[in-house]
């Protein structure tokens, strides 16, 4: 019999392994991303106060489909509130997935829109 693959247990122990070195600090908070299958999900977090700063998501932005694009617009989204918070510079936290797809699209979206990491 073949074993199954937990691959969300994999990705969260991804995940804690990127956490072990990744630190938001007041000054550089840490742009955290979570994908689920229908949305997708950004946070700037200062972990030394343990606040979220700023976030946004396809779910807020009522955005039709959960592709490229509705991450794109969440990247731009998360740029703005960041911006208005005061915050301009952060640590990526990928949360366990590959810089790929809809990480990497919210990423490069962020970054043209301001935000600075």
């Known amino acids: 019999m073949l074993k ?3 691959r ?15 630190r938001g600090t007041a000054e550089r908070p840490r742009l955290a991303v979570y994908r ?4 997708t999900y950004a946070q700037v977090i200062d972990d030394s106060s343990g ?6 998501s396809t ?3 009522k955005v039709g489909k959960n592709d490229l694009e509705a991450a794109q ?19 990526f936290d990928r949360g366990g997935y590959i810089y790929h797809g809809r ?12 935000l600075e990491f």
């Not at 991804?14 to 990744?22: A, D, L, N, P, Y």
């Not at 689920?36 to 949305?39: A, G, Q």
């Not at 990480?103 to 301001?114: F, N, P, S």
């Open 73 to 91: 617009a969440v990247g731009k989204a998360i740029a703005g509130k960041a911006g208005k918070a005061g915050v301009g510079r952060v640590v």
């Open 59 to 61: 779910l807020e932005l």
């Open 36 to 39: 689920s299958l229908t949305h």
């Open 4 to 6: 199954q693959t937990d």
């Open 51 to 56: 606040r979220t700063l700023a976030a946004a």
């Open 8 to 22: 969300n247990g994999a990705r969260q122990r991804r995940h804690q392994r990127v956490r072990g070195k990744v």
């Open 103 to 114: 990480v990497k699209a919210l990423a490069e979206a962020a970054r043209e829109a301001g």
